[in-house]
């Protein structure tokens, strides 16, 4: 069946070019990078290249076989987590911890695979694409079931995209990259276990895109009959476990609020290794919370979790750990998290008639001489140096470093300019009197920056950024709040002048920041409209509606080459207009216990992609 996708997948140019292309940059890959020294010389491994899981039916039901080496059950594997969850809903997640706890438990049609990045089947047993390119048959595993005992059929299927992804219950940013010409695809069933998705044009991403997480109908029908108002607090955290009904490779056994999470194997999960015998291998999965990055330090050096990932100015002290500890050091390049500094610039009133920013502020934000100037002030040299002890890149675009799509160009940057930098400001009639900066209206430019505490990296970061705009005459106001607070005031309140904070790049699709890069998008953090915003179009900057219409350009080209000169110039505006002024990709480097068995890391991939493959051998 495996051949059968792959001749199927050959149809469509794009992914074909993405496998060829993503072949060579992450060639690599296939093993892991043990890290010697600071130079990170690679050491390959011969066996390091997983096999892809197969399709294997057993008496009627369309298991999927792990091809990694069979390994022991039971066992306790422990990570940490920062900051609570939210919600168990992954459509109602809003932060990154809400949203990888909930996800952990549901899966999605399709998946990346994590050496070449081509599109393989999870749910899905198999998936055809026609010759017009706009038809996606799904084929379903007949025979799996969901945690309760029920059958997982089309019907599920048809409710999340058709009721909760269409009709834009939750959060909002699958609906987003299913986004098509300003149009939705079309979702129907054929029979018991083949769904038919029909999209309006030839849409590269799409097939991608159906990695959504799957959701029971005879579940979360009852929550979106209710309307969305109820959905919104459906699957909260105080919901008991046993009324959580899966898909995923883990099931909810616990949740203590500033403690831990714990995760137990689900017993009738669809994977099975060689024997014929369901995974996972561990019996539990309990991750620790964590108040702050030094905590997980302390954590895994007193053996209470099993992975770290360590921050670079401890890398000197992990490498003498590691002679005589009972864990490796793994290099898996630069992170894909892209870490950067957004101004609100919503020049709109909320439904109290009150504006979301200071009007003398927003004066501020909106002109792109100010935006650039801070960029030009900002000493990314320094922050490397400091907080990341060499081991990071200046970032300067968009896209993550390791990223298909990345422009050269934008890459390249620029070293801090003082001096440049208040010749910007000086164009649009700031100047500085005894070292204080003001506007041309003779107020003095003083704002509040913000970011999540706990995150010892970025709150060094506001520190040193703060350091950095004294010398051009600003006050900053920096503060470290807690995570959810933060994401809230972003999000849903609008109630902040300027933040620090990070969003994940996918290196393989830049529709993936549909969400953010396009006007309505959920995460359109610069600008971010709300439900009583949509109608006010006087209220968009001409930038805005230029990467509105490159990521819908880009989504229907199909030629690789092609695509790649049309999001090289989304960066390229980015960089210009600095809604988003980036900081560093820090390298990731992770430590984990010799007793992790199953382990393939890949840049692509990271330390562990599959939790259900991973065994415990002391």
């Given at each position: 069946?495996?051949?059968?996708?792959?001749?199927?997948?050959?149809?469509?140019?794009?992914?074909?070019?993405?496998?060829?292309?993503?072949?060579?940059?992450?060639?690599?890959?296939?093993?892991?990078?043990?890290?010697?020294?600071?130079?990170?010389?690679?050491?390959?491994?011969?066996?390091?290249?997983?096999?892809?899981?197969?399709?294997?039916?057993?008496?009627?039901?369309?298991?999927?076989?792990?091809?990694?080496?069979?390994?022991?059950?039971?066992?306790?594997?422990?990570?940490?987590?920062?900051?609570?969850?939210?919600?168990?809903?992954?459509?109602?997640?809003?932060?990154?911890?809400?949203?990888?706890?909930?996800?952990?438990?549901?899966?999605?049609?399709?998946?990346?695979?994590?050496?070449?990045?081509?599109?393989?089947?999870?749910?899905?047993?198999?998936?055809?694409?026609?010759?017009?390119?706009?038809?996606?048959?799904?084929?379903?595993?007949?025979?799996?079931?969901?945690?309760d005992g029920k059958e997982i059929t089309s019907k599920d299927v048809y409710f999340t995209y058709k009721t909760i992804i269409f009709e834009g219950f939750g959060e909002g940013s699958s609906r987003d990259v299913m986004m098509i010409d300003n149009k939705l695809p079309e979702v129907e069933i054929i029979d018991k276990y083949t769904v038919?998705?029909?999209?309006?044009?030839?849409?590269?991403?799409?097939?991608?895109?159906?990695?959504?997480?799957?959701?029971?109908?005879?579940?979360?029908?009852?929550?979106?009959?209710?309307?969305?108002?109820?959905?919104?607090?459906?699957?909260?955290?105080?919901?008991?476990?046993?009324?959580?009904?899966?898909?995923?490779?883990?099931?909810?056994?616990?949740?203590?609020?500033?403690?831990?999470?714990?995760?137990?194997?689900?017993?009738?999960?669809?994977?099975?290794?060689?024997?014929?015998?369901?995974?996972?291998?561990?019996?539990?999965?309990?991750?620790?919370?964590?108040?702050?990055?030094?905590?997980?330090?302390?954590?895994?050096?007193?053996?209470?979790?099993?992975?770290?990932?360590?921050?670079?100015?401890?890398?000197?002290?992990?490498?003498?750990?590691?002679?005589?500890?009972?864990?490796?050091?793994?290099?898996?390049?630069?992170?894909?998290?892209?870490?950067?500094?957004?101004?609100?610039?919503?020049?709109?009133?909320?439904?109290?008639?009150?504006?979301?920013?200071?009007?003398?502020?927003?004066?501020?934000?909106?002109?792109?001489?100010?935006?650039?100037?801070?960029?030009?002030?900002?000493?990314?040299?320094?922050?490397?140096?400091?907080?990341?002890?060499?081991?990071?890149?200046?970032?300067?675009?968009?896209?993550?470093?390791?990223?298909?799509?990345?422009?050269?160009?934008?890459?390249?940057?620029?070293?801090?300019?003082?001096?440049?930098?208040?010749?910007?400001?000086?164009?649009?009639?700031?100047?500085?009197?005894?070292?204080?900066?003001?506007?041309?209206?003779?107020?003095?430019?003083?704002?509040?920056?913000?970011?999540?505490?706990?995150?010892?990296?970025?709150?060094?970061?506001?520190?040193?950024?703060?350091?950095?705009?004294?010398?051009?005459?600003?006050?900053?106001?920096?503060?470290?709040?807690?995570?959810?607070?933060?994401?809230?005031?972003?999000?849903?309140?609008?109630?902040?002048?300027?933040?620090?904070?990070?969003?994940?790049?996918?290196?393989?699709?830049?529709?993936?920041?549909?969400?953010?890069?396009?006007?309505?998008?959920?995460?359109?953090?610069?600008?971010?409209?709300?439900?009583?915003?949509?109608?006010?179009?006087?209220?968009?900057?001409?930038?805005?509606?230029?990467?509105?219409?490159?990521?819908?350009?880009?989504?229907?080209?199909?030629?690789?080459?092609?695509?790649?000169?049309?999001?090289?110039?989304?960066?390229?505006?980015?960089?210009?207009?600095?809604?988003?002024?980036?900081?560093?990709?820090?390298?990731?480097?992770?430590?984990?216990?010799?007793?992790?068995?199953?382990?393939?890391?890949?840049?692509?991939?990271?330390?562990?992609?599959?939790?259900?493959?991973?065994?415990?051998?002391?």
């Amino acid at each position: 069946m495996k051949k059968v996708a792959y001749k199927i997948l050959i149809l469509i140019v794009i992914f074909t070019i993405i496998a060829l292309v993503s072949l060579l940059i992450f060639k690599k890959d296939y093993g892991y990078d043990t890290v010697q020294n600071f130079e990170f010389e690679e050491i390959p491994f011969a066996d390091s290249k997983p096999p892809h899981p197969i399709n294997k039916t057993i008496n009627g039901i369309d298991y999927l076989e792990s091809r990694l080496p069979v390994g022991i059950f039971g066992g306790v594997y422990t990570s940490s987590v920062m900051g609570e969850p939210k919600t168990f809903n992954p459509y109602n997640a809003n932060d990154a911890t809400s949203a990888q706890l909930s996800e952990i438990m549901y899966d999605g049609l399709v998946q990346t695979d994590p050496v070449d990045g081509k599109v393989i089947p999870k749910l899905a047993k198999s998936f055809e694409i026609k010759d017009d390119k706009k038809t996606y048959i799904i084929h379903l595993r007949k025979g799996i079931k969901w945690s309760d005992g029920k059958e997982i059929t089309s019907k599920d299927v048809y409710f999340t995209y058709k009721t909760i992804i269409f009709e834009g219950f939750g959060e909002g940013s699958s609906r987003d990259v299913m986004m098509i010409d300003n149009k939705l695809p079309e979702v129907e069933i054929i029979d018991k276990y083949t769904v038919k998705f029909t999209t309006p044009k030839p849409f590269a991403p799409f097939l991608r895109n159906l990695s959504a997480s799957i959701m029971p109908e005879h579940i979360f029908k009852k929550a979106t009959d209710k309307g969305r108002e109820y959905f919104l607090t459906f699957q909260s955290i105080d919901t008991k476990p046993e009324n959580l009904v899966i898909s995923g490779a883990f099931k909810l056994k616990s949740y203590v609020a500033s403690q831990r999470i714990v995760y137990e194997r689900n017993p009738s999960y669809y994977l099975i290794n060689k024997e014929g015998k369901s995974l996972p291998y561990i019996d539990k999965w309990v991750l620790l919370i964590a108040p702050d990055t030094n905590n997980e330090t302390l954590k895994f050096e007193s053996g209470e979790i099993d992975v770290l990932t360590i921050n670079g100015s401890l890398l000197n002290r992990y490498r003498e750990l590691k002679k005589h500890g009972d864990f490796d050091l793994y290099n898996l390049g630069p992170t894909t998290n892209t870490t950067f500094i957004v101004f609100n610039l919503n020049n709109r009133k909320n439904k109290e008639g009150k504006y979301y920013v200071n009007p003398i502020k927003q004066s501020w934000f909106q002109d792109k001489n100010f935006r650039s100037a801070i960029d030009w002030a900002i000493d990314r040299e320094n922050l490397i140096l400091n907080i990341f002890s060499g081991l990071a890149s200046p970032l300067y675009s968009a896209e993550a470093l390791n990223s298909l799509f990345l422009n050269e160009e934008v890459a390249k940057g620029h070293k801090k300019d003082l001096n440049y930098a208040y010749s910007l400001l000086q164009k649009s009639g700031f100047y500085k009197k005894n070292g204080v900066l003001y506007d041309k209206h003779n107020n003095k430019v003083e704002f509040e920056l913000l970011t999540n505490a706990g995150n010892t990296q970025r709150e060094a970061t506001g520190v040193s950024i703060k350091q950095d705009l004294e010398q051009l005459g600003i006050k900053v106001n920096y503060k470290a709040i807690e995570f959810n607070t933060l994401v809230s005031k972003t999000i849903n309140s609008l109630d902040f002048d300027c933040i620090i904070i990070a969003l994940t790049s996918n290196t393989l699709e830049p529709n993936a920041g549909y969400n953010v890069w396009t006007i309505n998008g959920a995460l359109h953090l610069f600008n971010k409209r709300t439900k009583n915003d949509l109608a006010n179009s006087d209220k968009i900057y001409p930038f805005e509606k230029k990467l509105d219409e490159i990521f819908k350009k880009g989504a229907l080209e199909l030629d690789f080459n092609k695509r790649k000169k049309i999001y090289d110039e989304y960066q390229k505006i980015i960089s210009i207009e600095n809604p988003l002024i980036y900081l560093y990709a820090p390298v990731n480097i992770s430590a984990v216990r010799k007793k992790i068995k199953n382990l393939y890391p890949t840049k692509l991939g990271g330390l562990i992609y599959d939790m259900a493959e991973i065994y415990i051998k002391e």
